[in-house]
């Protein structure tokens, strides 16, 4: 069965500075990882995929996440900070045949003027 | 396109009491799925139906119940309220590009709004 674990529960960032959220999985088998956000009061939405193509994914908004198999980490990052990048973001995985997510439970990044 | 709806956005219940949550696509995806977030917790899957006419229980599926009414749309009823089911609501829908709509683990789901349910 797939999991997916997130590290830190809030992270806080100057505007300009680097974004990094973590993100590992635990498969028994090779897993399909994904990031999305949620803005304020609103659902969630894509911002990138793995689906074993290219392990460095880029997405949405200038973020992109690195595939390592050797760390089984899928973390997410984007250069320069901006203010509307303060969000929740959650990770979430899943393997072949299977189209049920599981997700992490979510990194509040906040974004300091 | 609207994507996917819910209603209402917002519920506050007594503990007892039932209502139905509802969703609904214009996207043509089979998969529909319902989940609850709570804090700390990330999004846990209450249901989901597969295609129109099937449902399937998810992790948390106690208290709830479902019902596809057509292709789109899913609904998510609380027969009997209880405060452990005060919660944001989601519901979600897959994109599936191939020729007869069998989802597969790399589609995308589409969210919802959410429905914020309080019940005291």
């Known amino acids: 069965a797939q999991s997916v674990t997130q590290l830190g529960s809030h992270v806080s960032v100057s505007e300009g500075a680097l974004v990094l959220l973590r993100c590992n999985y635990s498969s028994s088998v090779p897993p399909y990882l994904f990031w999305y956000v949620q803005y304020p009061n609103q659902g969630l939405q894509l911002l990138l995929k793995?689906?074993?193509?290219?392990?460095l994914v880029k997405g949405i908004n200038g973020f992109e996440a690195e595939f390592k198999k050797s760390e089984t980490s899928f973390h997410l990052t984007k250069p320069s900070a901006h203010m509307s990048d303060a969000a929740e973001y959650f990770c979430a995985g899943t393997n072949f045949g299977n189209e049920k997510l599981t997700f992490g439970t979510g990194t509040r990044l906040t974004i300091i003027p | 396109n609207a994507g996917v709806t819910q209603t209402p956005k917002f519920q506050v219940l007594k503990t007892g009491q039932s209502m139905t949550l509802q969703c609904a696509q214009d996207?043509?995806?089979?998969?529909m799925y319902w989940y609850r977030q709570d804090p700390g917790m990330g999004l846990r899957l209450i249901y989901y139906s597969a295609s129109e006419g099937t449902t399937d229980k998810g992790e948390v599926p106690n208290g709830y119940n479902v019902s596809r009414l057509n292709k789109r749309e899913f609904s998510l009823r609380l027969e009997s309220a209880a405060p452990s089911q005060t919660s944001v609501y989601f519901c979600?829908?897959?994109?599936?590009?191939?020729?007869?709509?069998?989802?597969?683990?790399?589609?995308?789901?589409?969210f919802g709004p959410g429905t914020r349910l309080t019940v005291l």
């Open positions: 979600a829908s897959i994109e599936t590009r191939r020729r007869y709509q069998v989802p597969r683990a790399t589609d995308t789901q589409y």
């Open positions: 793995y689906t074993s193509a290219a392990t």
């Open positions: 996207m043509n995806h089979n998969s």
